[in-house]
C-alpha cells in the first residue's frame, strides 16, 4: 500500500473509534513518526494532510527540519540535556520530559532564546524498568516542581504501552493515565495547561483512542 492509502487507512481508524467513544474525529492528532521514513516519505505525508511530524532522535530531526517546510514537528524520544539547544523553540512539543534535571535545562535555554516551550510530561503508567518517564506516585511532586519555572509550558502527559502487552493490560494502563489526566486539569497554575494525553502507537492507537487520547504517535502503520 501506499503512504496515501495507509494515512486514509488510519484516518478511518481513527474516525471509527473515536465515534464508538463518544468523541469527534477531528478531536485526535495525528502524529506521524517519521523516524522510519527518508526525506521524501515525511514529504508524502505533508502531501496527504498530516502536518504534525515526529522524531526520536535530535539528529534525525534537524536534518529533516531543514528539508521539509510547513511541518510542526514533536520529540518524543529521550532528550540528553546537552541536546536541549538543539531542540528548544525548534519543536512544538517536547513529549519526553522526565526529570527536574532535564527540565531545568529546557528552562534555561529557553529563557536565553526568549521563548516558553511547551512540553509533556513522560509517564512510566507501566512502570518498565527499560523505559523512561516518572511513575504515577511522583506526579504530584514533579508537577509541583515544574510550576517554578517561567519557559516551560506543562501540556500534558505522554505515555507508551508495552510491546508485548496484551489489550487488556494496555487499557488498564491508559485508562488509568486518562483518570489522572482529567483530575490534573483542574491545576491552575501559570504553566501547567493540561490539555494534551499522548498515548498510542502503531500496534494500540485504536485502544488509545477509546480510552481518552487526545494525540496517537503513528510510525509503521503509516509506512507498510
Known amino acids: 500500500m501506499s503512504i496515501s492509502d495507509n494515512v486514509k487507512y488510519v484516518r478511518e481508524r481513527i474516525a471509527e473509534n473515536a465515534i464508538k467513544s463518544g468523541r469527534r474525529p477531528e478531536d485526535i492528532t495525528l502524529v506521524a513518526v517519521t523516524k522510519s521514513t527518508d526525506i521524501q516519505g515525511a514529504?508524502?505525508?505533508?502531501?496527504?494532510?498530516?502536518s504534525q511530524l515526529a522524531e526520536n532522535r535530535v539528529q534525525m530531526l534537524r536534518e529533516k527540519q531543514k528539508e521539509?517546510?510547513?511541518?510542526?514537528?514533536h520529540l518524543i524520544g529521550h532528550l540528553q540535556t546537552n541536546k536541549v539547544k538543539d531542540v528548544c523553540?525548534?519543536?512544538?512539543?517536547?513529549q519526553s520530559l522526565d526529570s527536574v534535571h532535564l527540565a531545568t535545562e529546557i528552562e534555561k535555554t529557553a529563557a536565553k532564546m526568549g521563548l516558553v516551550q511547551d512540553c509533556l510530561c513522560e509517564v512510566n503508567i507501566f512502570r518498565e524498568e527499560s523505559k523512561g518517564g516518572i511513575m504515577e506516585e511522583e506526579i504530584d511532586d514533579f508537577?509541583?516542581?515544574m510550576s517554578e519555572f517561567d519557559h516551560l509550558r506543562i501540556r500534558g502527559f505522554m505515555t507508551m504501552a508495552p510491546l508485548d502487552a496484551e489489550e487488556a493490560e494496555?487499557?488498564?494502563?491508559?485508562?488509568?493515565?486518562?483518570?489522572?489526566?482529567?483530575?490534573?486539569?483542574?491545576?491552575?497554575?501559570?504553566?501547567?495547561?493540561i490539555s494534551i494525553l499522548s498515548m498510542?502507537?502503531?500496534r494500540d492507537f485504536e485502544y488509545a483512542i477509546q480510552?481518552?487520547?487526545?494525540?496517537?504517535?503513528?510510525?509503521r502503520?503509516?509506512?507498510?
Open 211 to 219: 480510552e481518552g487520547a487526545t494525540h496517537i504517535r503513528v510510525g
Open 89 to 94: 523553540g525548534r519543536v512544538s512539543l517536547i
Open 170 to 193: 494496555i487499557r488498564k494502563g491508559f485508562e488509568k493515565i486518562f483518570k489522572i489526566y482529567v483530575d490534573k486539569q483542574k491545576i491552575m497554575v501559570h504553566n501547567i495547561d
Open 143 to 145: 508537577l509541583g516542581k
Open 43 to 50: 514529504r508524502e505525508l505533508m502531501s496527504c494532510g498530516v
Open 200 to 202: 498510542g502507537m502503531s
Open 68 to 73: 521539509i517546510d510547513g511541518a510542526t514537528w
Open 221 to 224: 502503520r503509516l509506512f507498510t
